[in-house]
């Protein structure tokens, strides 16, 4: 079994900061890439970053300057620190990751896995 596990959401002020973390646990063999999207009800789910193994990474537009994504690949941990926070952000964000699967030491099946989302909440 390989889980996603999204924390570190919560109410803050517009122009504050929150440090959203993604831990991923399981037999793993590698992961490939780790993504964070947002989603809004009724609208659709927006890529905001991506990093990957190598620790390259790419922002939605709208983000950049602002947000930043990191990993501790020994941990399986993914990062996004978002910064100077807008009320229009007020989103459930949700990590996903592009993993193989461990089975004993060998790379067993590719897999698409999500977290179930934190609430980020911004006040104006």
């Known amino acids: 079994q390989v889980q996603l596990v999204e924390s570190g959401g919560g109410l803050v002020q517009a122009g504050g900061s929150l440090r959203l973390s993604c831990a991923a646990s399981g037999s793993i063999f590698s992961i490939y890439s780790m993504e964070w999207y947002r989603q809004a009800p009724g609208k659709q789910r927006e890529l905001v970053a991506h990093i990957t193994s190598g620790g390259r990474t790419n922002y939605a537009d709208s983000v950049k300057g602002r947000f930043t994504i990191s990993r501790d690949n020994a941990k399986n941990t993914m990062y996004l620190q978002m910064n100077s926070l807008k009320p229009e952000e007020t989103d459930v964000y949700y990590c996903?990751?592009?993993?193989?699967?461990?089975?004993?030491?060998?790379?067993?099946?590719?897999?698409?896995?999500w977290g179930q989302g934190t609430l980020v909440t911004v006040s104006s």
């Open positions: 996903q990751a592009d993993l193989v699967v461990a089975v004993t030491t060998a790379p067993g099946r590719s897999l698409e896995v």
